[in-house]
């Protein structure tokens, strides 16, 4: 796909993978919607930094899972750029918990966002991209612990997991005209993980690493660089698969 003059949203992208995976897409001239759903200061300083890469980009302020801002937030990247040509479902929550003391709020909120709003966000893309000449892509943001499930984390596991299979189903449905793909992350250093998993502490990260054949942790840019590598021509024959990136920490 050639980037230019083609627009891209990237859910949850104020911070971590989204983040980079948007300055990616600008810097290759894609033109981009940013989306957040809580934290307005850190949105800003993202936009801020994003327009310093390129003009072509806004911000949204939407929760995903809703359904009327699910649309929304397609059409506002319609509104603004004429077009819509990839969707990048990257939003995510995770709260932990033991699955016998998890109450259904606990679930909900984290299979809502990840699972829930990932398919309102690919509906409307894909009604949108059927609507334009040309191809559609939309990549899914996974995770190698919906194949993989652990402990406290059936909420999120669980999510993960469906959102691969709604990556099959959408790729066989919406062929030929769309291509529909998930990009599984393996650990990747964030602000988020380095909190959840104690990993500004040297020794807790080199155990980490350890357990990655290439004896590191994912960066973002890794997870960006993906994205492009599935948006290029190189990967027109590819739809509803699978892409891990985690350093060969599973192999199956």
């Known amino acids: ?52 890469i390129d003009a072509g980009v806004v911000l949204v302020k939407a929760d995903v899972s809703n359904a009327l801002a699910a649309q929304g937030l397609v059409q506002r990247a319609v509104n603004e750029f004429g077009s819509l040509d990839v969707l990048v479902n990257n939003a995510a929550r995770v709260l932990d918990r033991p699955a016998l003391e998890m109450t259904e709020d606990e679930w909900n909120c984290v299979v809502d966002v990840n699972l829930k709003g990932a398919f309102l966000c690919s509906q409307n893309a894909a009604r949108q991209m059927l609507t334009q000449s040309g191809e559609g892509v939309i990549l899914n943001i996974g995770a190698s612990t919906g194949i993989r499930g652990r402990r406290n984390g059936v909420n999120t596991c669980a999510s993960k997991a469906g959102l691969m299979v709604m990556t099959q189903c959408l790729a066989l449905e919406l062929a030929p005209r769309i291509r529909v793909n998930t990009i599984v992350p393996g650990l990747t250093l964030t602000e988020e993980t380095e909190r959840r998993f104690g990993l500004d502490d040297l020794a807790m990260r080199q155990a980490r690493e350890e357990q990655i054949p290439l004896r590191r942790l994912g960066r973002p840019e890794d997870i960006a660089d993906a994205v492009m590598m599935m948006l290029s021509d190189e990967a027109r024959f590819m739809t509803g698969q699978r892409v891990v990136v985690d350093g060969g920490q599973y192999m199956w």
């Open 1 to 52: 796909m050639d980037p230019s003059g083609r627009a891209a949203i990237v859910t949850g992208s104020s911070s971590g993978i989204g983040k980079a995976i948007a300055i990616r897409l600008l810097r290759s001239g894609y033109r981009v919607v940013l989306n957040y759903s809580t934290d307005d200061e850190r949105a800003a300083q993202t936009l801020s930094l994003c327009q310093g």
